[in-house]
């Protein structure tokens, strides 16, 4: 299979795995949750994105919120930091590509992205800047535990699907050039693990896979995680078919406790796949749901929504 074919497939696997999804926070009191989100968008100082604040009062706890491989402000991570806003925390949902200004392809994205939405983050009057959380999803889970890494200061960071390596880019002009880095730091590319051979019985599955094989040839693109301070609660599917993320979520556990670290907490779903994590939907019916698209089934990755959300929260409460 030719090298533009291979990334067309993981281009459209990828868009598959960034539908937005139906809204229902399981934590979320029923009269907060019909309650429409009060916030602000965000264009300012490097920062691209909508704060939800808690109007609670006094500075409190806050959470950094990211999607992953869609780009911009997405609507599923939309909903997930209202649910937290009604939860009691503010929260800055950010987008760290495909937004204007922002690189079209995920490839040499700036950390300083992420480091500029916690300065903005921690300078606003309704927030304790000692008590910060983040959370990602996919490249995002990615993102998240790489930015916690270079961030003693944060609290707690919640890694949805998450990969344990920093990876090559994904580049969506689907022109069959090879993507260079997922990261940049200082202007430089960070260390980036190569996709595997493609498996034509695996599928996308496989260039991750086949990838992390090599893992021992490049050593400097697995995450830090034992430099992360805070409270790590990981979070995947075990059918997970667009990459192994609990393969990679135990690498994370392990890297942790072979540095004496502290206990990274993992939620690994059976019958869940890609969409192990987020808010349940509402009005749940397996026939049209598309939880099913990328591993496990619909009512196993339901189930392991309903399951997971109310831990998040309470994981987030208990941290910061």
Known sequence: MSLKILLAALMSMLAAACVGRGPAPADVPAEAAA??????????????????????????????????????????????????QASGFNVLQIAFFKAPGQPDNLELVPLETFDNALVWLKSRAEVD????????????????????????????????????????????ARDGRVPEASWSLAGEAVPALPYGAWDNALGIYGLYSNGLKAVADYPDTVIRAEDIM?????????????????????QVQARVAAAGGREVRLLAYDNAGH?????????????TADLGSLGGTPEGNQAARVDSWPRVVAFFRETL
Request: hydrophobic share 45%; glycine share 16%.
């Open 35 to 84: 309650m429409p989100a009060v916030s602000l968008a965000v264009n300012e100082a490097g920062v691209i994105g909508e704060f939800f604040p808690a109007g609670q009062g006094g500075r409190g706890p806050a959470i950094l919120l990211f999607g992953g491989s869609e780009g911009g402000l997405g609507k599923g991570a939309r909903r997930s930091a209202a649910a937290l």
């Open 129 to 172: 800047a000692a008590r910060i959380g983040i959370i990602g999803t996919s490249k995002g889970g990615e993102a998240a535990l790489i930015v916690a890494a270079r961030h003693p200061d944060i609290s707690a960071v919640v890694a949805n699907v998450p990969s344990s390596v920093s990876w090559q880019g994904i580049n969506w």
């Open 230 to 250: 805070g409270r790590i609660l990981l979070i995947c599917g075990e059918q997970d078919t667009l990459w192994p993320s609990c393969e990679m979520s135990r």
């Open 275 to 287: 969409e192990a994590s987020g808010l349940p939907i509402e009005d749940f019916d397996a026939v």
